[in-house]
C-alpha cells in the first residue's frame, strides 16, 4: 500500500488532555494516516475531571457526518474503521450500517471495534451501549481490542489470568482480539489472538497512570494492522509505545503524548519487558 492509509475513526472527543479521538487522531497521524474523526461526544475533558462539561452527540448529526463521507465517496477510499467509546445504542446502529457500506464499497478494509464501555469491574457507558456493541458491532469486527473488564462482559464469564483471558479470547471467535490490562503477578500484559496464534506482551505496573490508556494503544495496533504488519510485530511496537507514555506520565493527568511522539515511531524497550507466546487451543478464524 502506497500513500497515507485513511483511517475513520468513530468515537469521544476532548477539548484538553489525550482520550478518544484526542488521542487516536494524534498517533494515527504520526502513523502515516490521515485521520478522519468522527466525534460520539464532546467533553471539556475527561468525564473523570472536576467540573467536565459536554454532552453526547445527537444520533441525527452522527448519522449526517457519516451520510456526508458516502455521499462524497469517502467509504470507497477508506482502509479501516476504528470505533470507539459512543454516546448512545442509536449510534452503534450507525456504526454498524457505515462499516457494512464501507466493507461494501472497499473489499478487505478492516474494521476495530475497541469495546470502550467499562473498567475496573463497572459498566460506565449510557445504558443499553454495552448490549448494542456486542449485537450489533461484534459480529462486524475483525479486531476488537477490549480491557479484562470487557472482555469477561462480552465473553460472560471472569477474566483474571492469562489462561482465562485466552479463552475468553478465543470465544469471541473474532480474526484478531486484543486483550489489554491482563494480570500477570505483579505485572500487565497485553495479549493478541490472531492467525491461530496468540502473544502476551507485558511490563512492569505502572502507579497512577493517566486517562486514555486503551484509546492509544487500540489506535496504535490498529494503524500497524491496516499497514500490513505483522500481529506480534504490532503487538510488541504499540504496547512498547503505551508502556513508555505510560511510565513519563505516571500521575499526570494526562498522557504526554505530544512531548513522547517519538516514541509512537521508534518506540524503546523498558526494563522488565517480555514478550512470549501461548499455546493455543482454536484455530485461526478468518
Given at each position: 500500500m502506497t500513500g497515507p492509509r485513511n483511517i475513520l475513526s468513530i468515537q469521544s472527543e476532548v477539548v484538553v488532555g489525550h482520550v478518544g479521538n484526542s488521542a487516536a487522531r494524534f498517533a494515527l497521524q504520526v502513523l502515516g494516516c490521515e485521520a478522519w474523526c468522527v466525534p460520539t461526544v464532546l467533553l471539556s475533558s475527561h468525564a473523570?475531571?472536576?467540573g467536565v462539561a459536554g454532552e453526547p452527540i445527537s444520533a441525527a448529526l452522527v448519522g449526517k457526518l457519516l451520510g456526508a463521507l458516502e455521499v462524497q465517496g469517502h467509504l470507497a477510499e477508506c482502509d479501516g474503521v476504528l470505533s470507539g467509546y459512543l454516546g448512545s445504542a442509536e449510534q452503534a446502529e450507525l456504526v454498524a450500517a457505515t462499516v457494512g457500506k464501507a466493507k461494501a464499497a472497499r473489499p478487505g478494509l478492516l474494521y476495530c471495534l475497541d469495546p470502550a464501555f467499562g473498567d475496573d469491574g463497572r459498566v460506565y457507558a449510557r445504558p443499553g451501549v454495552a448490549e448494542a456493541m456486542a449485537e450489533k458491532l461484534l459480529p462486524l469486527a475483525d479486531i476488537i481490542t477490549p480491557n479484562v473488564f470487557e472482555l469477561s462482559v462480552l465473553a460472560n464469564r471472569p477474566v483474571a489470568s492469562i489462561e482465562a483471558a485466552l479463552d475468553a479470547a478465543e470465544a469471541l471467535n473474532r480474526p484478531i482480539v486484543v486483550v489489554t490490562s491482563v494480570p500477570d503477578g505483579d505485572r500487565l500484559g497485553t495479549l493478541i489472538v490472531a492467525g491461530g496464534e496468540a502473544w502476551l506482551a507485558s511490563a512492569p505496573s505502572v502507579e497512577n497512570p493517566p486517562h486514555g490508556v486503551g484509546d492509544l494503544i487500540?489506535?496504535?495496533?490498529?494503524?500497524?494492522?491496516?499497514?500490513?504488519?505483522?500481529?506480534?510485530?504490532?503487538?510488541?511496537?504499540?504496547?512498547?509505545?503505551?508502556y513508555h507514555v505510560l511510565s513519563v506520565s505516571a500521575g499526570a493527568p494526562e498522557m504526554n503524548l505530544i512531548a513522547e511522539q517519538q516514541?509512537?515511531?521508534?518506540?524503546?524497550?523498558?526494563?522488565?519487558?517480555?514478550?512470549?507466546?501461548?499455546?493455543?487451543?482454536?484455530r485461526a478464524v478468518g
Open positions: 473523570a475531571h472536576k487500540a489506535s496504535l495496533l490498529f494503524a500497524r494492522l491496516v499497514a500490513g504488519t505483522p500481529a506480534v510485530t504490532a503487538l510488541d511496537l504499540a504496547t512498547r509505545t503505551t516514541a509512537l515511531l521508534s518506540p524503546p524497550t523498558p526494563a522488565g519487558y517480555r514478550l512470549v507466546r501461548l499455546e493455543t487451543r482454536r
